[in-house]
């Protein structure tokens, strides 16, 4: 049986991968955050956060790996990813 934790990080680095995919893809990224006057490491950010979010990881669980995989750098944009998801109606948790 899963823990929540490896629940969050199975579902943090599968989303971060297809999104890594999806980079050079012209398609590839969520649309409303296209269009928000957010840094790309923010909008990367918010992009594996829906990833996640969709395979199940909890938004503490995201905060959590975020700080794992991407060092002070990245938790110093936490906020500011969760305020451009808000922002874009596209935050994922209740």
């Not at 599968?14 to 893809?25: C, G, I, K, Q, V």
């Not at 918010?46 to 990245?74: D, I, Y």
């Amino acid at each position: 049986m899963s823990t929540h934790t490896e629940i969050d990080e199975l579902a943090f680095r599968e989303a971060a991968a297809e999104l890594d995919a999806l980079a050079d893809s012209p398609g590839g990224g969520v649309e409303g955050l296209d269009r928000a006057s957010c840094s790309p490491a923010v909008v990367y950010l918010a992009q594996v956060g829906m990833g996640a979010a969709a395979r199940g990881c909890s938004a503490q669980g995201w905060r959590t790996e975020v700080g794992k995989s991407r060092g002070p750098e990245g938790v110093r944009q936490l906020d500011e990813a969760e305020e451009c998801m808000r922002h874009s109606g596209l935050w994922p948790w209740a």
